[in-house]
């Protein structure tokens, strides 16, 4: 069982399902290649990802039991938001407003929403 707040199982829901596609992915490569089990697992998480890396750390632990992933630690690299101004003015500094200092133009979300299966180590005999 979870929490009692609902807000509290809505995120660990959340993790959960992230968790689940993970292994979906990572099943499908270790098919592709033949593998016998898996080594380690990357993950590249970003800032504004809505992702609680704790909680995945727990739903990752939770599912990898009796599968591929058992003996595998799961690795999170965590990818810091950048904003960029879409008119090609470059980023905009941490902190600042989301606008372009330059011209006004709400920024555009470069980089740290991404939730990538980023490496994985094989054992392919
Ligand atoms: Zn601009």
Redesign the pocket.
């Known amino acids: 069982m979870w929490g009692p707040a609902s807000s509290e199982i809505d995120v660990t829901m959340h993790e959960y399902s992230i968790v689940q596609a993970l292994f979906d992915q990572i099943e499908e490569s270790a098919r592709r290649r033949g593998a016998v089990a898996v080594h380690k697992v990357k993950v590249r998480i970003g800032e504004v990802a809505g992702v609680e890396v704790a909680l995945l750390r727990t739903a990752y632990d939770t599912f990898r039991e009796r599968t591929l992933c058992a003996d595998a630690p799961l690795e999170v690299e965590q990818v810091a938001a950048r904003w960029t ?1 879409p ?1 090609g ?1 470059g980023d905009i500094a941490r902190g600042r407003a989301l606008v ?1 200092p ?2 006004a ?1 709400p920024a555009r979300l470069a980089e740290g929403d991404e939730i990538v299966l980023e490496q994985l180590e094989l054992e392919v005999p």
């Open positions: 101004c008119a003015h372009c330059a011209c133009r």
